[in-house]
């Protein structure tokens, strides 16, 4: 069974500063990865994801995460974070030839103070 | 296209009551699943239809069920509440090709007293 570990449950930040959420899944084969994110009284949204090719994936906002097969990590960074980035952050991770249904970490939640 | 819709978005009942959910996928979409989220175990998958057929099965009791209509609408159905089922209850919708992505409603928020 494939599981989902992300490192940080809260981060709090200042605007301008660089973030890495940590994502580490486990799963022995190939997979797909994603990232989700959930805004304040918003619905879940797709902030990138990774399905094969360049390991560096660029989502929407100025995200980006980078898969690294050798440590089975796909960690989120944005170098300069603004306030509208408050929310909450899901990574999330899917066997590439199996079920369609993918296994959600349970989520950072990042705080930007203006 | 419009986005995944889920009605209605806020529902308070009392344990032992039953309670159905409704979802309609993006247009074209054929899978749609279904997720609980609670802040205590994040988000768990409970089922998936497609074609009008259960595809997929997350470890939830029996009291949980669903079912797809034939354009592609979804309900979910809780028996026999109880306190613990409190939650956001949240419906994706897929095309189910090979490099697919799910795109999420905005959830249900079903409070059990």
Redesign the interface.
Known sequence: AQSVSQHNHHVILSEAASLELGCNYSYGGTVNLFWYVQYPGQHLQLLLKYFSGDPLVKGIKGFEAEFIKSKFSFNLRKPSVQWSDTAEYFCAVRSSGGSYIPTFGRGTSLIVHP | KA??TQTPRYLIKTRGQQVTLSCSPISGHR?V?W?QQTPGQ??Q?LF?YFSETQR?KGNFPGRFSGRQFSNSRSEMNVSTLELGDSALY?C?S?D?T??????????TRLTVL
Do not use: H, K, R
């Open positions: 986005g995944v899978s699943s997720y994040g988000l998958f998936e997929n949240l994706a897929s189910t090979s490099t697919d992505t799910q795109y999420f409603g905005p959830g």
